[in-house]
């Protein structure tokens, strides 16, 4: 099993932006395009470096007034960090 980054940020390689086609944020890369979904989208724009998974997972859950939410965040940042989207 991979560790994950103290702090996650989003990978160099990668660009997430809102894409009006898509009508949905994406995750861009020299080779292609990611479609997100709208957690996957949330979770990646907290990953800025400064904050660690913890804190990533309160302010989601202060944001969208949920509690639970820390299973799904390192379920989903496992599967980003073994596709390099964050280092």
């Not at 390689?13 to 894409?19: A, D, H, S, V």
């Amino acid at each position: 099993m991979t560790t994950l980054p103290d702090k996650p940020r989003l990978s160099r390689l990668f660009r997430l932006q809102w894409e009006e086609a898509q009508g949905n944020y994406v995750l861009l890369y020299p080779e292609g395009m990611v479609k997100l979904n709208r957690s996957a989208a949330e979770i990646l724009k907290l990953c800025d470096g400064e904050r660690d998974v913890a804190g990533i997972t309160f302010d989601l859950e202060r944001a969208f007034s949920v509690s639970g939410l820390q299973p799904d965040v390192d379920d989903f940042l496992r599967i980003a960090n073994e596709r390099n989207w964050i280092s």
